[in-house]
């Protein structure tokens, strides 16, 4: 099976998101312009060159494509998996791929060679990535700061808070199967 990465920030208490009642989608609770800078460079340089076949892959759920400004990632193939498939396939950005479960986006990302895979949320995806025993890599950015708002319901977490993650042990900055990368912003 194709080996693939997780891509996540967190803030101190693990949220990932919220939702954003005033624009009905979901958001992140932060504008964190170094940290966007890193996801880009990481999921789109693929030392195969940028060979549309050989692009990296985002592996995504549907709310966070939903929150997606221009509803798409460019330059990186974009799968959004979606347990309402049906409704979705044809709403979708005519380049983004609509899968109707997470084993469905690893097996289309095995008909391709040399490609970086990503899941890049939300949290019901991440649950099901970390259980998977193709997880490579876990990159977690760390905002270091609280970003609860009482009033906003529901707030989105990672699977894992940080006394959880800070488990594993940290070698060379990278977490394979045992260890860990960290990305702290000040």
């Known amino acids: 099976m194709t080996k693939f990465s997780i ?66 990632l460019s330059n990186r193939i974009n799968i959004v998996v979606s347990s309402s498939y049906e409704l979705w396939k044809d709403k979708c950005h005519p380049d983004v791929i609509v899968v109707p479960n997470f084993q469905e986006a690893l097996y289309y990302c095995s008909t391709g060679e040399n490609r970086n895979i990503y899941v890049i949320g939300g949290s019901q995806l991440y649950k099901e990535a970390l259980g998977h025993n193709s997880l490579g890599i876990i990159y977690t950015s760390i905002i270091p ?29 990278f977490y394979k199967k045992d260890f860990l990368k960290v990305y702290t912003f000040q």
């Not at 920030?9 to 992140?28: P, Q």
């Not at 549309?52 to 995504?60: D, F, G, L, S």
């Not at 609280?146 to 900055?173: G, M």
């Open 145 to 173: 700061k609280h970003y609860y708002k009482p009033n906003v319901k529901p707030t989105i977490s990672f699977p894992l808070n940080l006394e959880q993650l800070n488990k594993f042990t940290y070698k060379s900055l």
């Open 7 to 72: 891509v996540v920030a967190i803030d101190k208490d693990a949220h990932i998101g919220y939702f954003n009642r005033s624009t009905g989608k979901y958001d992140l609770p932060w504008k964190c312009k170094v940290d966007m800078d890193f996801f880009k460079e990481l999921t789109t340089t693929n030392h195969t060159g940028k060979i549309p076949e050989n692009q990296n892959v985002v592996i995504m759920g549907k709310n966070t494509y939903l929150s997606l400004p221009n509803k798409i």
